[in-house]
C-alpha cells in the first residue's frame, strides 16, 4: 500500500529535502549499487583523460627533446670541424716551416727571424713554443744512442723571443723518432701534458713533431742534400686551442661544451678544476652519492669509439645547482691524424629542464582541457554523491572525532621521540631502517629521509658492529625479548661508543612485525674508563718498575766495575779484552733501560729550570738534520716567536722531541716531510708542541698501547718499547699532557702521525 506524504510537510521540505525523503521512504533503487557504480565508472573516465593526456604530452616531450638533441649535434659537429681545421692549419704551418732553407741548413741569421713569422700565425691558435732539436748526426753510420750522448741545441721561439738553449731531455724522444727515414714527411701529436708553470698550469699541452730534411733548395743551398737536420716543434697549448671554440657554446640557455682525449682526460670542461682528469674518476670525485654508470658507458663505448649520436645521463650538478639532474647530450669525433686514427670526442649537453621550459606553454593548454573535463566529470558525481552524504554524516562526525583523539595521541607520542636525547629508531628482519627520531639525524649527520632505507650496519662503517646489531635483531624477532649490546660506529673520522636495547613490536596476531632500537651515546663514558684504566696501568707498572730497576742496578753495578778493573789489567790486543769490551757494551745498554725507567717513576733527579722549548728544539734537530737529509725527509720549522718559557730539565725535554723525532725518521724511510710548530695557547698559560709526520700512520689496534712500556711495532733490535713510554713519564712529571693524532693510509689521503705536547709556561715579569 502506497502512503502519500502529507502537503504540509511537503511545503516545509526544499528540493533536496524531498528527493532525499522520497529516496529513503520508498527505496526507488538500491544506493549500495549506485555507490559502486560511481566507484568505478568515475575513476575510469578520470583514469581515460589523464592516460590520454600523459601520452599526448609524452609524444609532444620526445618530439622536442630529440629536436633539442639534434640542435645540439649540429653545435657539436660545428665545433669539432672547427677544432680540426685549426689543427690542420697548425700541422700545415709546421711542415711549411721545415720545408724553410733557414731550417734545414741552420742559417743563424734568419733562422730566427722565419721562425717569428710562423709564431706570429699560430699563437692566437694556442701555440705557445716553436722548437727546432738540430740534429749532431754527421755520418750515416753514427748511433741514435752517441745522438743521445752528445749536447744537443734547441732553438726556441716564443712570447720572450728567439733564444738558443739546451735540448730537454724529452724532447730527444721526439729527435729519434724524426731521424727514421720511415716517418719522413710525417706529423707526430704527442701525448697532452699539463703545464709545468705560469698562469695556465691548470691548463694541457701536446707537441706537433715533423722531421726535419734538406730538401729545400735556395741561393746557397743550390743542390738538395737529403740529409737530416733534426725536428721541428710546436707547443700547443690545447685547452686554450679548444676553449677558443667550445667557451662561446651555448645550447638553450645554459648548456655548454667540454672535450675529452682518447684516454679519456678532460681536455677542457667549464669547471676548471676537471681539465686534466680522468673523466671516468672527476665526477664521481666531486659527488661519490650519485652513479654516473650511465654517462661512464656513453663515453667509453661511443664517444672513445669515436661514434656520433644523441643519449641522456644523470649528472650532480649544473649551473651552481647541485643534486641529480638529468642531461641531454650529442657528442660526435674530433680527428687528430688520420693515418694513426687518433681522435678526441666533444659532447654539448644542458639540462632536460631546457625542454620543459619549451613545452610548458603545451603543458598549459593541455591541463586546461584535461581540467575542463575533470570538472565536467566531478560535478556529475558531486551532484548525485551529494544526495548521499546526508546519511552518512553523523559518522563522519564520529570518525573525524576519533581521527582528532587519535591524532593527538599520535603527536604526543611523535614529540616524545622527537625531542629524547636517546637515538629512537625501528628496523626490519634484514636490519634496514624503517624511522629514526632527531636524535640519530644530529648523531649520524645526515637527514631523516636519507637515513630512512639505509641499512643499520652500512652506516655504522663497522663489519664487527653491524653483525652484533644483526644477531640482535634476529634474536629480538624470534624470541620478542630485549637485547642489551654495545658496539662501536665510525661518524667521519671519529669512532663512537653506542649501548643499544633491542625490543620486538607486536602486532595484533602478537608476532612481531619489528623492532625497537633505543640507543645511548657512552662514548664519553667509554673514554673516561679507558684513560682510567690507563692511568691505573700505567702507575702499577711504574711502582713495579722502580722496584725492578733498583734491584738490576745492584749487580749491574758490580758488573760494570769488576769488568773496569780486569779491563786495566787485561792488554788491549788480547781476546779476553775484546770479550772485556763487549761485556761492558751490554751492560751499559742494560744501564740505560733501567735510567730510562727510573725516570718514569721520577726516581732520578734532574735539575728544574727555566727551560727555552724553541732552542731545544733547535739543538735536537740540529742533531738530526743530515740523517733527515740522507733519507730525503724535508724538515719544516714553524716556531713561535716570544714563546713563554717552561719550568723542567732542558735534557729530559730533548729527550721527549727526540724519541718522537727518532720515531718518525723511522716510519719515514722511503722520505717524507717532518713538521715542528710551537706556539702559546690559553692566553699564554700553557705552551704547545706539535710534531707532525708524514709516515704511514698508527693502525688503529697499536693506538692504545703506543704509551705502554716495552711496546714496540720495530723489528727486533731497532727498538726498546720505552721511547714514548719514558717521554709519557717526563711530560707528565711537568704537569703537562702529550697526546696524537693519526691517519693510516686507509683512512685518508694524507696519512700521518702528529703528537700533541701542552705545558704550563712560566709567566715572566719583563725588566
Not at 616 to 630: A, E, G, W, Y
Amino acid at each position: 500500500m502506497v502512503i502519500a506524504p502529507d502537503k504540509e510537510d511537503i511545503s516545509s521540505l526544499t528540493l533536496k529535502g524531498l528527493i532525499l525523503r522520497f529516496i529513503e521512504r520508498y527505496r526507488i533503487f538500491h544506493l549500495k549499487a549506485v555507490q559502486i557504480l560511481l566507484a568505478i565508472t568515475t575513476p575510469l573516465l578520470l583514469g581515460t583523460v589523464l592516460v590520454l593526456g600523459w601520452m599526448y604530452g609524452n609524444k609532444i616531450k620526445e618530439i622536442v627533446t630529440e629536436d633539442f638533441n639534434q640542435q645540439q649535434l649540429v653545435l657539436a659537429q660545428h665545433a669539432s670541424r672547427q677544432i680540426e681545421n685549426n689543427l690542420n692549419m697548425l700541422k700545415k704551418e709546421l711542415i711549411l716551416l721545415s720545408l724553410s732553407p733557414s731550417i734545414q741548413y741552420f742559417e743563424k741569421v734568419s733562422i730566427g727571424k722565419r721562425m717569428g713569422i710562423t709564431y706570429s700565425s699560430v699563437r692566437e691558435t694556442g701555440t705557445l713554443e716553436i722548437r727546432f732539436i738540430e740534429s749532431m748526426q754527421q755520418q750515416d753510420h753514427v748511433t741514435m744512442r752517441y745522438i743521445e750522448s752528445l749536447r744537443q741545441q734547441t732553438h726556441m721561439l716564443d712570447g720572450n723571443g728567439y733564444r738558443i738553449e739546451n735540448t730537454q731531455p724529452e724532447d730527444l724522444l721526439y729527435l729519434k723518432w724524426a731521424g727514421q727515414v720511415q716517418n719522413k714527411g710525417k706529423v707526430l701529436f704527442g701525448e697532452i701534458t699539463p703545464v709545468v708553470s705560469g698562469r695556465d698550469s691548470q691548463n694541457l699541452i701536446m707537441k706537433l713533431a715533423v722531421p726535419v730534411w734538406q730538401v729545400s733548395v735556395d741561393e746557397a743551398h743550390p743542390y738538395v742534400t737529403d740529409k737530416f737536420s733534426g725536428v721541428l716543434l710546436f707547443v700547443v697549448d690545447t685547452t686554450t686551442l679548444i676553449e677558443r671554440v667550445t667557451k662561446g657554446i651555448r645550447s638553450g640557455k645554459t648548456g655548454y661544451a667540454w672535450v675529452i682525449n682518447e684516454n679519456g682526460l678532460f681536455l677542457y670542461h667549464p669547471e676548471r678544476d676537471f681539465i686534466g682528469k680522468n673523466a671516468f674518476e672527476a665526477r664521481k670525485e666531486k659527488r661519490p652519492t650519485i652513479s654516473f654508470a650511465r654517462i661512464n658507458e656513453i663515453q667509453k663505448d661511443l664517444m672513445l669509439a669515436g661514434k656520433e649520436g644523441t643519449s641522456w645521463y644523470i649528472s650532480g650538478w649544473h649551473k651552481g645547482v647541485e643534486g641529480e639532474i638529468r642531461k641531454l647530450i650529442a657528442y660526435t669525433p674530433i680527428h687528430l691524424n688520420e693515418p694513426e686514427n687518433r681522435l678526441w670526442s666533444i659532447a654539448v649537453v644542458a639540462p632536460i629542464s631546457e625542454v620543459e621550459n619549451a613545452i610548458q606553454s603545451i603543458h598549459i593548454h593541455q591541463f586546461s582541457l584535461q581540467s575542463l573535463i575533470i570538472v565536467i566529470i566531478l560535478l556529475g558525481g558531486i551532484t548525485v554523491i551529494s544526495l548521499m552524504i546526508t546519511w552518512s554524516h553523523s559518522l563522519e562526525q564520529e570518525v573525524e572525532s576519533k581521527t582528532i583523539e587519535l591524532k593527538k595521541s599520535e603527536n604526543r607520542h611523535r614529540l616524545l621521540i622527537e625531542h629524547a636525547n636517546d637515538i629512537i629508531f625501528t628496523v626490519n628482519r634484514s636490519g634496514d631502517i624503517l624511522s629514526i627520531n632527531n636524535a640519530g639525524s644530529l648523531f649520524f649527520r645526515s637527514p631523516k629521509e636519507e637515513l630512512v632505507g639505509e641499512n643499520i650496519g652500512e652506516i655504522c662503517r663497522n663489519e664487527g658492529s653491524a653483525s652484533q646489531q644483526f644477531k640482535a635483531i634476529e634474536e629480538a624477532f624470534n624470541t620478542g625479548e630485549s637485547k642489551q649490546i654495545v658496539y662501536s660506529v665510525n661518524i667521519g673520522d671519529a669512532e663512537h661508543w653506542l649501548s643499544t636495547n633491542f625490543n620486538g613490536l607486536l602486532d595484533e596476531n602478537g608476532s612481531v612485525f619489528t623492532v625497537l632500537g633505543i640507543a645511548r651515546d657512552i662514548t664519553r663514558r667509554k673514554k673516561m674508563e679507558e684513560q682510567m684504566f690507563h692511568t691505573e696501568k700505567l702507575a702499577s707498572v711504574g711502582t713495579l718498575a722502580a722496584g725492578v730497576a733498583h734491584e738490576i742496578n745492584n749487580p749491574l753495578a758490580i758488573i760494570l766495575g769488576f769488568t773496569d778493573l780486569l779491563l786495566e789489567k787485561v792488554p788491549k790486543d788480547s781476546e779476553l779484552y775484546d770479550t772485556l769490551k763487549t761485556i761492558e757494551k751490554h751492560g751499559t745498554n742494560a744501564k740505560r733501560v733501567v735510567e730510562n725507567l727510573l725516570s718514569f717513576t721520577r726516581v732520578s733527579e734532574e735539575k728544574v729550570e727555566e727551560v727555552d722549548i724553541n732552542r731545544n728544539m733547535d739543538s735536537v734537530l740540529d742533531v738530526t738534520r743530515n740523517t733527515f737529509s740522507l733519507n730525503r725527509i724535508s724538515i719544516k720549522k714553524e716556531l713561535s716567536e716570544d714563546l713563554p718559557h717552561v719550568k723542567g730539565s732542558a735534557g729530559e725535554l730533548q729527550q721527549v722531541f727526540f724519541n718522537i723525532i727518532t720515531n718518525a725518521l723511522s716510519i719515514m724511510k722511503s722520505g717524507g716531510a717532518l713538521t715542528v710548530r710551537t706556539q702559546s695557547v690559553d692566553e699564554g698559560g700553557k705552551v704547545e708542541i706539535r710534531i707532525s709526520d708524514t709516515g704511514a700512520g698508527i693502525k688503529k689496534e697499536h693506538r692504545s698501547r703506543i704509551f705502554d712500556p716495552l711496546f714496540t711495532t720495530k723489528k727486533v733490535g731497532e727498538g726498546t718499547g720505552l721511547g714514548l713510554f719514558v717521554s709519557y713519564g717526563i711530560i707528565s712529571k711537568y704537569g703537562g699532557k702529550i697526546t696524537f693524532e693519526t691517519k693510516t693510509e686507509e683512512e685518508s689521503n694524507e696519512h700521518g702521525t702528529t703528537f700533541i705536547i701542552i705545558l704550563p709556561a712560566i709567566k715572566t715579569v719583563k725588566s
